[in-house]
């Protein structure tokens, strides 16, 4: 007999987007009704670079979730080339800041005051190492010269290989990894090293994005790339290794911002964002090693307790809504229209 209902200890989102003001209203609430915590990443238009402007949003976030008082908010700080090291550290001994955001400088979206060479913060990095705070990593480098589909791949060798080398024992997230190439420099590397994957990446691969038409939807950074990394990806995730845990990269824009001569990076997965993990577990076989990817890999690493309420969830189908919102803060969530063979209760 086939699985009819899982329940598992409840899951964390180590990587979302959560915006501001009246997106944020709309959004926060599907990821909260389906997980405890949150990294909350730092990326908004004035970006979050400090202790008080990280515990001002949280408590925009908390408002915005009053309806799931359990949610629990883990913010980031946005590193510059000018960060304050000392206010950083602080703020992670005072509890408002789990960890810290590298953007290379115009990587992705608002990213223009992320940092132009990661050997300018090496001092921070090392007050973060010493304080055991973690860094998390968007791995690309972003030369005119290198081609998209390469810029992770080669963000290994230039940035992340020497930053390593410097600081041995700084915990790194490698963030939303999209190649076999990240996955496999995670897997043999040591503890410190982990890296969240998205459930995009492990379903889809650049034709998707690109065959009988473009689908601006599926467009995201770090892209997505040819069939052999998804796979690869899938193995990662699904193998039962500590060191790969559940990460949405949850990224709403507003249709007309997507659907545009220049449209902006980001799959809007919040709302069925377990369901869309579950399947893939469940199409690779090894529903068994869904629960650590999902609930447990994440607290281990960031040394945070698992949730101790569990959630479920049942086979049935369902149809993902075309839209959320309306007028100007409409969004299209990932696979819009498509039905999905599980439901989140
Ligand atoms: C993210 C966003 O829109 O903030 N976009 C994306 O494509 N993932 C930024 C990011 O995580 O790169
Ligand atoms: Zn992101």
Redesign the pocket.
């Known amino acids: 007999m086939s699985t009819q209902s899982i329940t598992i200890t409840q899951p964390d989102d180590w990587h979302v ?1 959560l915006r501001d003001d009246a997106m944020l209203t709309q959004v926060a609430s599907y990821t909260a009704r389906q997980f405890g915590r949150a990294i909350i ?1 730092p ?1 908004l238009a004035t970006p979050v670079t400090t202790t008080a402007l990280a515990a001002a949003y949280r408590d925009r976030i908390l408002a915005a979730t009053k309806g799931q008082p359990d949610f629990q908010p883990l913010m980031t700080a946005y590193l510059t080339d000018t960060i304050d090291a000392n206010d950083l550290v602080q703020g992670h001994q005072q509890g408002v800041l789990t960890a810290a955001k590298l953007y290379p400088a115009n ?4 990213s223009a005051f992320g940092v132009s060479d990661v050997k300018t913060i090496y001092p921070v990095l090392e007050a973060m190492q010493k304080a055991g705070m973690p860094l998390l990593v ?1 791995g690309e480098v972003v030369s005119h010269d290198v081609d998209i589909f390469d810029r992770e791949a080669l963000f290994i060798e230039t940035t992340m290989e020497p930053l390593l080398k410097a600081m041995p024992e700084l915990k790194v997230v490698f963030e ?1 990894i999209t190649t076999k190439d990240a996955a496999d420099f995670v897997a043999s590397s040591g503890d410190n090293i982990a890296a969240t994957i998205t459930a995009h990446h492990l379903q889809i691969n650049r034709n998707d994005m690109l065959v009988g038409g473009i689908r601006p939807h599926l467009y ?2 770090p892209v997505a790339k040819r069939e052999l990394h998804r796979l690869a990806l899938r193995q990662a995730a699904t193998s039962g290794s500590k060191k790969f845990f559940l990460g949405t ?1 949850t ?1 709403p ?1 507003r249709i007309g911002d997507k659907e545009s001569a220049c449209g ?4 809007f997965s919040a709302p069925h964002a377990l369901e869309n993990y579950l399947q893939v577990f469940e199409e690779e076989n090894a529903i068994e090693h869904f629960e650590a990817f999902a609930s447990f890999n994440g607290p281990d690493f960031y040394r945070l307790p698992r949730n101790e309420k569990t959630i479920t969830l049942e086979k049935k189908e369902q149809t993902v809504p075309e839209v959320i919102g309306e007028g100007d803060l409409a969004v299209m969530p990932y696979r819009a229209g498509e039905v999905l063979g599980w439901q989140f209760t």
């Open positions: 987007h990443m990326n990587a992705t979206t608002n968007h939303h995201c950074l990269d990224a824009h902006c990076a980001g799959i």
